[in-house]
């Protein structure tokens, strides 16, 4: 009996294992349905000559209603980050999941378009929202992503309640292909945390090559280094802060983690403070 339950350890393990170290990106299936779009994100970060506060509101304020009265837009949200963010993931032998404070993340513009001729309307938006990052910003980096790369899963009904986000960036491994990392994210990573039945929302954005020249407003930073550079995000999330809690400690996130460290230089998971949506299926929220 002993010797039969040893075999079958030892069946599992070397199973596990084998799982954990195939370098090529597994793909899992889910029944879980999922929406294609247009979408892009803006990461910003807020003057420092001015209150945190006083930046934060003129974000939401004045420049989101500029932003709003885009026709272009399906959807418009601000995510706002915690000011205190240290990095939600768990240590992960070999990946940067602690949060460099020098290259902090202040809050996201999570736009989605009606099109991809969308981004050719709104121009004079456009225009008046770059003269205005000026009042609020020291940075601001775009990166798009195009639908079959960006998807929304219907992980939960639309009424449920959602009281946590967290906003997880990843940076390719160097060596690992665009191809393989780009399957990893959409094929196996997202599609196992669709089916594990802890999400109460869940967006994966594999993003086109960064190119400063798509986003270079008047009188802001748009340094990018490739070393500070991301690939992918996850936006998840939960019906409470303690659901959140116990995802980033699960046992499923330490097997998921296995199998970052072969695609993944850096996880980079945000605490979201609060979420505010300006356009919702191509109307101004009022």
């Known amino acids: 009996m002993k010797n039969l339950v040893l075999i079958i350890f030892l069946s599992v393990f ?19 349905k999922a929406e294609k779009h247009v979408s892009s994100s803006v990461l910003l970060w807020m003057r420092t000559d001015k209150s945190r506060k006083e930046t934060m509101d003129h974000w939401k304020g004045s420049h989101a209603q500029i932003i709003a009265a885009n026709p272009g837009l399906w959807q418009y949200r601000q995510l706002h980050f915690s000011d205190t963010n240290l990095g939600l993931w768990p240590a992960i032998r070999g990946v940067e ?23 050719l309307k709104g121009k004079e938006q456009h225009d008046l929202a770059f003269a205005d990052e000026i009042n609020f910003l020291k940075r601001s980096i775009l990166y798009i992503a195009f639908p079959k790369n960006a998807k929304w899963y219907n992980v939960s009904e639309p009424t449920s ?10 940076r390719k491994k160097e060596g690992v292909s665009e191809k393989d990392f780009k ?8 599609p196992t945390l669709a089916n594990s039945g802890m999400l109460k929302e869940l967006r ?13 407003t008047p009188n802001v930073l748009h340094d990018n280094d490739i070393a500070d550079q991301f690939q992918a995000s996850l936006i998840l999330g939960f019906t409470s802060k303690i659901e959140m809690q116990k995802f980033f400690t699960s046992d499923e996130l330490k097997k998921l983690s296995e199998r970052i460290t072969i695609f993944c230089s850096a996880v980079h998971a945000y605490d979201i403070f ?6 919702e299926n191509g109307k101004k929220v009022k």
């Open 14 to 32: 070397v199973v596990v294992s084998t799982y954990a170290q195939n370098s090529n990106p597994q793909t899992v299936k889910t029944k879980i």
């Open 97 to 119: 999941t602690s949060i460099p404070q020098n290259r902090k993340i202040d809050g996201v513009a999570d736009v989605t378009l009606k099109s991809f001729f969308s981004a």
């Open 161 to 170: 309640k959602i009281e946590a986000r967290s906003m997880v960036f990843f």
């Open 183 to 190: 399957d990893f994210i959409n094929n196996e990573l997202t």
């Open 204 to 216: 994966n954005k594999v993003y086109n090559p960064w190119k400063q020249k798509q986003w270079l």
């Open 274 to 279: 609060e979420t505010i949506t300006f356009v």
